[in-house]
């Protein structure tokens, strides 16, 4: 918890966790945004929980309003705002921002809060609603054609580009 408080004050504010589509292994980045923020709020914990195969790689403030702290160890990170003083920050937009590396397994990786704590200036404790993310890892896009020749059951032949006299010496190889 990051404050006490006796108050709590469920609000139409919405923290989205983002989802992106990637190859596998590619580093991708989620952004945690605030939607329907008009009552503000001053400070904010999130500890989020990340599919194992997931890896964290960093993260860093998108509300240039807030202090921001970050352990990426287990995931949570934590912003307390120094520019409005005693006021809330309101309006939507990008929280912030975790940089996270794709398992190498095509699949669907569930990003999800754990914990968020949001509070205001008042030191009232806000409930907003909250959106999982995900980080979905495509297959392999490139497919395989095998072929097989055999010299005793070709019946035809291809060169592209070469003159009648190379091709025949290009045949008597095969």
Sequence with gaps: ML????Q?????????IS?????????VVLSITVN????????????????????VK???AR??????VKNLDDATFAGTSYTAGSENVTGDGAVFAVRFVAPTEPGKYMIDFDTLE???ADMVKLVPKTTAGWIEVLGTTESETEFVHNKKETSAKWVIGRSEEHTSELQSHL
């Design 118 to 120: 949001v509070y205001n």
């Design 63 to 68: 509300m240039t309003e807030f202090s921001f």
């Design 3 to 6: 404050f006490r408080s006796e």
């Design 36 to 55: 329907g923020n008009t009552d503000g709020f001053n400070s904010y914990m999130a500890k989020l929980n990340v599919d194992s195969a997931v890896g």
């Design 58 to 60: 960093n993260a860093a």
């Design 19 to 27: 989802h992106e589509t990637v190859a596998p292994g590619e580093e």
């Design 8 to 16: 709590e004050k469920a609000v139409d504010t919405e923290w989205i």
